[in-house]
């Protein structure tokens, strides 16, 4: 089978978030499945600064775009470590910018034009690249409009009628929504404008054309894939979603395990598996303590956050149990992110206030993230929703107990602990499932009362790090949707054409 993964950002080329995580490793997985598999990305300035050889081709191509014609072409290179082709549409007035989608806050004004163009660009490389797709694998808006073209101008025409398409949804918030006159670039009847198909409250969606023309569609985990069929996660695609159930499903992203293992990680103090990690933890505990200026104490629970400071991921719960936590348990807190001005504020005050207890970092670290992560006894993820979510399956794999709140990917990886999670070793974490202060006080608290029964914590650390979450169980799952889709695709082909 022949898979074509379509980004706007792939690691180690542009990276805004996890999605670029997931199409930087996934690909490289499916290839060792062996399956072929090509990536195809914007030419962004990023890319040059990858540390892979970027070669020029001769293949260029013009698109229409609303009533002028547009030309680029394609540059070529590989993933890391595989032969994983990658291409980038080079265009330099559309992608030859400082970033990928906005600058100081504010979209770029075109970006609808930008992604029209580089849907397109996608469809005529296939040709033009003599590339015999079976799967063509579509990520999030930008990529919204290829399930579109494939179902509407290029259905019935060779070589694009055998390709099946899979839309996935790395978050849900993020829509690519445009007025109604970008209808106008896609080049597009305007009989899909409706309320059906592309059309929302009005305006152009190209989150909701992807989902309405994929063959198939698919979350980054099964919890948030049954929650966005409903209000309020659904964002007003609820409906559409539910529309398309019987082919809508969730995938765990993976974890890149070379990177984020303590056996091997080189930012630690102390490298450690399950068997040592009852050495391991303290010694990268304290080093942590002392890079952090925190008072270097054992046995006292070390609790920390790290991420986007944002009101997803539930800081307003953080901030309000760090603000109430009683002087009476002594535990320590960690936080490691950047955000909205109003978190660094309060943050700041928090650890002015109380630097013998709180450490914060307003800065983006991978080396500091790699600490926490080995260093930290607990972890506190209580996002209002998480697709799928990466740094609870790190904290496992440290042995850093996670505390989160059970919605979409945190619900689906972490195993609540109960009496009889405990006592049959299948816990891993704990759970909040009502998204309040008093709900994540008291877990944390739970928490606290099993970490000073060692031998229980300790199993409960060494079941979290003995999970698998890593990409090689993701992409035997992708593999075999890509199979399912590609014949039925074919079936229906074989159906058009008697
Ligand atoms: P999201 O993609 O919603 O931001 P995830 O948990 O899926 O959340 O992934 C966040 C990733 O970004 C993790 O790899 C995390 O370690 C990293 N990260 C976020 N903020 C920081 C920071 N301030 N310093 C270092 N790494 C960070």
Redo the contacts with the bound molecule.
Sequence with gaps: MHILMATSEAVPFAKT??LADVCGALPVELRRLGHQVSLIMPAYRHIHASGQRIHPTDVRFSIPIGNKTVTGGLLQSTLPDSDVPVYFVSQDEYFDRAELYREDGVDYIDNSERFVFFCRAVIEAIELLDLEVDVLHANDWPTGLIPAYLKTEYAGVPPYEQIASLLTIHNLAYQGQFWHWDMLLTGLDWKYFNWHQMEFYGNLNLMKTGIVFADAITTVSPQYAEEIQSAPLGCGLEGVLQSRRDVLSGVINGVDYRVWDPSVDSHIAAQFSPETVGEGKPACKTALQQTLGLPTVADVPLIGF???LADQKGLDLIVGMIHHWPASQPAQFAL???GDPHYHETLTRLAAEQPERIAVRL????A??HQMEAGLDMFLMPSRYEP????QL?SLRYGTVPIVHATGGLLDTVTNSTEETLADGTATGFQIFDYSVNALDEATQRACALYHQPSRWRALMETGMKQDWSWARSAAQYASLYERIAARRRQQTIGSRR
């Design positions: 978030g996890g790290i991420g986007r490691l992110g950047t800065e983006f670290s991978n500091l993230a799928c979510g990466l740094n790190y």
